[in-house]
């Protein structure tokens, strides 16, 4: 995920993990109130890159104008699409949804989060463009100080302590759709943490091959075409400059946490169900009604 939207995304993603959020950025926003947050995107993401680097009043007026677009584009053309998809889970959660319906529901929101950075890459590349070479050096010493602060997060943790965090947070995330779960659920959410361990490492590791290759499409930013085509990779097709490891953690996580939530699904009982459906209607029609449209 580009990392000019990075704080914004932890928000917009608390179901489960980044790879079967549903409709990643509706569910997320859920548990902060969609209402409240979601209009308000455009600014939640303008201070976060603003903090990364210092803009002049031309650049700051447009990147409040390119980041008004965006939205409003996201209200018009995805919207509909989040929560047509909500209403198809219900349905899928209601009947009992098998490993293969998590596997459409995993690449559906890949692709749903394709869409918005595929959208937002061009006015990106065009405030980039903009940028002195004090403001390149400002913005890639600040990503890397982030990369550092995150790396030094988690060394201070031991493998256990992560572990109780990311069980502690799947529990949460999964009980305000289902309510309280079974002992048995919960050894199953503590033994999918324990064979799924974090890569932090990896993701590092590949967040530092990034900012080379950011740091190097900017030293040609003035180039036009080759600048915005270098851009669009780095922000919408980043899993094309993935290294093999990070790669590979990812599918191995991804493999892993299918086979989490269709075991799960399996021990959901009726009333847990009947809970899941409401909620996920009750975001679909919460996400419809943020579109202007009303089914």
């Keep these: 995920m580009p990392p000019i939207v990075r ?5 917009l993603t608390g179901f489960l993990s980044r790879w079967l959020v549903v409709a990643a950025l509706a569910v997320g926003l859920a548990g902060c109130g969609l209402g409240l947050v979601y209009p308000r995107l455009d600014t939640v993401v303008g201070f976060y890159i603003e903090g990364l680097v210092t803009l002049d009043k031309a650049q700051s007026a447009e990147l409040k104008r390119i980041l008004a677009g965006n939205l409003d584009w996201h209200r018009r053309s ?60 400002e913005l890639l010493s600040n990503l890397e100080r982030e990369d550092e602060k995150d790396r030094r997060e988690f060394d201070s943790r031991t493998p256990g302590q992560r572990a109780e965090r ?6 949460r995330a999964l009980e305000r759709f289902t309510g309280p779960l079974t ?17 932090m490492p990896e993701w590092l590791e590949n967040r530092r091959v990034w900012r080379g290759e950011l740091a190097e499409a900017l030293a040609g930013r003035r180039n036009g075409a080759e600048f915005e085509a270098r851009m669009q990779v780095l922000v919408a097709r980043p899993d094309e400059l993935w290294t093999p490891r990070y790669r ?17 699904d399996a021990t959901l009982s009726a009333p847990q169900r009947a809970a899941a459906r409401r909620q996920l209607l009750a975001l679909a029609d919460e996400v419809q009604g943020l579109s202007g449209r009303r089914g």
């Excluded at 559906?108 to 959208?119: A, G």
Aim: aromatic share 10%; charged share 30%.
């Design 166 to 171: 990311r069980e502690k947070s799947m529990r």
């Design 78 to 137: 995805e919207l509909d699409r989040y929560s047509a998809f909500l209403r198809e889970l219900a349905g899928a959660v209601e009947r009992g949804a098998g490993r293969e319906d998590w596997i459409v529901a995993s690449r559906r929101t890949e692709e749903y989060w394709r869409r918005v950075f595929e959208q937002a890459a061009p006015g990106y590349a065009a405030l980039a463009a903009t940028f002195t070479d004090a403001q390149v050096a």
């Design 183 to 199: 002992p048995a659920q919960r050894a199953l959410i503590r033994e999918h943490v324990a064979s799924s361990p974090s890569f």
């Design 248 to 264: 590979a953690a990812v599918e191995q996580r991804r493999e892993s946490l299918v086979d989490f939530v269709a075991a799960l």
């Design 7 to 11: 704080p914004a995304a932890r928000r």
